[in-house]
């Protein structure tokens, strides 16, 4: 399990190959790869400044990792959430999951980032042609969480 | 009781503060935000009744109900917005 917040970039094809180095019954590998978009709200974005609690936000990953592991068959998981100030086009964010098979694999792979959007202490400053602004939760965030619930 | 309070993304720039050292005589999260409520401006705004904000004591999330250690680390933050 490898869990990092960090300024600088990643590269999903060193993360995924790492995972599977020196091991064979890896069957499939699901990853998400979350980028800065230009444009948000009606506004252009120029850039992004992320913010994170530090400590709490490691406490948080990891508990949605060990969830995620409780609740599927995975082999191995790598989140990692990039801070500091981003550009259109720049990666934010990756979750990477291995598992036997490729349902477990898609399927802890978006529970992990539904969590991660509502749970983890990160927060977003939009640098617009109106000026700066905190991005503002959404509550599609907060159903796409909820949708893993178990009656 | 002694706390040390965390703010965060527009929470810290509307209280012009990141963290302070606060001699707390309540016994609830709840009755923390309304002792900071009671300074008034940004305070009042901002953690009025209705507004969204979370409260995290030692660094997990807490319902206001939640009782507040002593020494506690008390954090008051927006709704998240990664990923």
Known sequence: ?151 | MTLRIIYFARLRERFGMAEESLDFAGVTAADLVAALQVRGGAWAEELAAGRAFRVAVNQDIVALDAALPDGAEVAIFPPVTGG
């Open chain 1, 1 to 151: 399990m490898k869990i990092v917040v960090q300024s600088e970039p990643f590269d999903l094809g060193a993360e995924v190959d790492a995972m599977r180095a020196g091991r064979t019954d890896i069957g499939a590998i699901a990853s998400f790869v979350g980028l800065a978009r230009d444009m948000n709200a009606g506004s252009g974005v120029a850039a992004m400044t992320l913010e994170h609690y530090p400590g709490m936000t490691e406490k948080a990953l990891a508990r949605l990792v060990d969830d995620a592991n409780a609740r599927w068959a995975l082999l191995d998981i790598t989140v990692i959430h990039r801070i500091g100030r981003l550009l259109p086009g720049d990666p934010i964010v990756l979750v990477a999951v291995a598992s036997p098979h490729r349902g477990e694999a898609f399927a802890a792979c978006e529970f992990i980032k539904d969590f991660l959007k509502t749970q983890a202490p990160f927060w977003k400053k939009e640098e617009t042609p109106e000026g700066t602004r905190w991005v503002e939760a959404r509550a599609s965030d907060d159903a796409a969480a909820a949708r893993w619930s178990r009656d």
